[in-house]
């Protein structure tokens, strides 16, 4: 079973900055494989909506409200982003949910399982 893992966020200012990662583990017997990754959020009184993902290419798409702001990343080749967030403003407050599409194998598995996972969220709390 894969997991998220997130860390990050917090409280910042307006026109601050923070940064949030995403971790996938799998534990020793499980091969993972990337096929993208993404950050949404919540605030309050609104749905879902996305804030960047990136793809195995490298190729990367932003949220109307984010982008020039945010900056999502990969680590070489593993999988984990991060989310780096600056010129925070009031409305960037919401619970961030990492989400992973990945193609995982188990030890002694012959089959790849594609998958999509979501992490539990962490509160972004942007404040004066």
């Known amino acids: 079973q894969v997991q998220l893992v997130e860390s990050g966020g917090g409280l910042g200012q307006p026109g601050g900055s923070l940064r949030l990662s995403c971790a996938a583990s799998?534990?020793?017997?499980?091969?993972?494989?990337?096929?993208?990754m993404a950050w949404y959020r919540r605030g309050p009184g609104r749905q879902r909506e996305l804030v960047a993902a990136?793809?195995?290419?490298?190729?990367?798409t932003y949220g109307e409200y984010v982008e020039g702001r945010f900056t999502i990343s990969r680590e070489n080749f593993e999988n984990t982003v991060h989310l780096q967030m600056n010129s925070l403003e009031f409305g960037d407050t919401a619970v961030y949910y990492c989400?992973?599409?990945?193609?995982?194998?188990?030890?002694?598995?012959?089959?790849?399982?594609?998958?999509?996972?979501w992490g539990q969220g962490t509160q972004v709390t942007v404040a004066s």
């Open positions: 799998g534990g020793s017997d499980i091969d993972i494989n990337f096929n993208a």
């Open positions: 989400f992973g599409d990945f193609t995982s194998r188990a030890v002694g598995d012959d089959r790849d399982r594609r998958a999509a996972y």
């Open positions: 990136i793809n195995l290419h490298g190729t990367t």
